[in-house]
């Protein structure tokens, strides 16, 4: 199947400050990629559905202002947590959509542990 | 708007049963329905995909089956073993979108 990596694993970062997350596509290219955020014992929750070379789509209660999000190639998208707090430890996922068996899939990343102190 | 229930919440058994775990989802107009287990700590991994138009999908010890009208689906889960124990996730892809909504899981133990 097709594979996704995510960068960093795990990032701790002080209050105010701002937190960049990586997501590739090592080996297709994902016209489509999303974000997720998944709370202790928690489903997994869509925050935005990123285009390349377009700007994202954040579900309902998202704030985009908060949560950056750049695809700017067929391999990589960005998510930009600024001025993080606290309240958004959490454990962010990504998805790369393509058609890596045949149909379309979402293939995920394995994730980033962010802890705001 | 669709919303997608898993049961149970959580279940321990002994190695070696046969197990059931449940999917429902409110809206039949879905493209596909797919099963993913995740460990602790870790991304998603997955399991089995279930076109709309297919009724059942069996991987190894893993069968998964979809009634898209009474809006079900199930993942049998046979002979489990401690190295299932794991949160299983299902998850519907609405029809006409390509995104994913995912169920609360169902949190496995199979010990020794």
């Known amino acids: 199947g097709a594979v996704v990596s995510q960068h960093p694993s795990r990032v701790i970062c002080k209050s105010g400050t701002s937190v960049k997350i990586e997501c590739r596509s090592l080996?297709?290219?994902?016209?489509?990629m999303f974000w997720y955020r998944q709370f202790p014992k928690q489903s997994l929750m869509l925050m935005a559905t990123s285009n390349e070379g377009s700007k994202a789509t954040y579900e309902q209660g998202v704030e985009k202002d908060k949560f950056l999000i750049n695809h700017a190639s067929l391999t990589l998208s960005t998510l930009t947590v600024t001025s993080a707090h606290p309240e958004d430890s959490s454990f962010y996922i990504c998805?790369?959509?393509?058609f890596g068996g045949g149909d379309y899939e979402q293939y995920f990343g394995p994730g980033t542990r962010l802890t705001v102190t | 708007k669709q919303e997608v229930t898993q049961i149970p919440a959580a279940l321990s058994v002994p190695e070696g049963e046969n197990l059931v775990l449940n999917c429902s989802f409110t809206?039949?107009?879905?493209?596909?329905l797919q099963w993913f287990r995740q460990d602790p700590g870790k991304g998603l991994t997955s399991l089995l995909l279930?076109?709309?138009?297919?009724r059942e999908q069996t991987s190894g010890r893993l069968n998964a089956s979809l009634d898209k009208s009474s809006g079900r689906s199930t993942l049998y889960i046979a002979a489990s073993q401690p190295g299932d124990s794991a949160t299983y996730l299902c998850a519907v892809r609405p029809g006409g979108y390509n995104k994913l909504i995912f169920g609360a899981g169902t949190r496995l133990a199979v010990h020794p």
């Open positions: 080996d297709f290219q994902a016209t489509t």
């Open positions: 279930i076109q709309s138009s297919q």
């Open positions: 998805s790369a959509g393509g």
């Open positions: 809206d039949s107009a879905i493209y596909n």
